[in-house]
C-alpha cells in the first residue's frame, strides 16, 4: 500500500470518543454533576431560608398584581414582579389599605417593611391562622 495523506499507516490516530463510541461516558458524567448540584443544594436548604426582604417581594407583588399599585417595592420592574406574584390568589392576602402607614408609604419609602410585616402577617382581620 502506498503511503499517502489518508492513510492510516501516515502516523495519525483517529480520535476516541468523537465519532460516538463512548456515549455513556458522557451521560455518566452529566449524571455525577446532576447528583452533586443536588446534593449541595440539599445541604444548603437544611440551614438556610429566605432572606429577610423576601416576603417585601412577595407582598409586593401582590399588591402590584392586584391593586396595580408598585408603591412597596417599585425599584423591581413591573414584569418581574407580574411573573411572582402568578401562584398567589387574590385572597393570599388581606392587607389594611385603611392603615394611614399605606398612604404614608408615598411620602417615605421607609414605611413599606412595617406596612409589609402587618400585611403579611396580620392582614386586616388580625392574626393569621
Request: proline share 6%.
Amino acid at each position: 500500500m502506498k503511503k499517502g495523506r489518508g492513510s492510516p499507516a501516515c502516523g495519525r490516530r483517529r480520535r476516541r470518543g468523537t465519532d460516538g463510541r463512548r456515549p455513556w461516558l458522557v451521560v455518566a458524567a452529566c449524571a455525577a454533576l446532576l447528583a452533586g448540584f443536588a446534593l449541595v443544594s440539599w445541604l444548603a436548604v437544611r440551614e438556610k431560608n429566605a432572606t429577610y426582604d423576601e416576603p417585601l417581594h412577595s407582598v409586593a407583588a401582590w399588591t402590584l398584581s392586584n391593586r396595580h399599585d408598585f408603591r412597596i417595592n417599585p425599584e423591581d420592574p413591573c414584569l418581574w414582579q407580574y411573573w411572582a406574584a402568578l401562584p398567589q390568589s387574590a385572597q393570599a392576602l388581606r392587607p389594611d389599605f385603611s392603615w394611614n402607614v399605606w398612604d404614608g408609604i408615598l411620602g417615605n419609602a421607609d414605611l413599606h417593611t412595617p406596612w409589609v410585616v402587618r400585611a403579611a402577617l396580620f392582614g386586616a382581620g388580625g392574626a393569621r391562622d
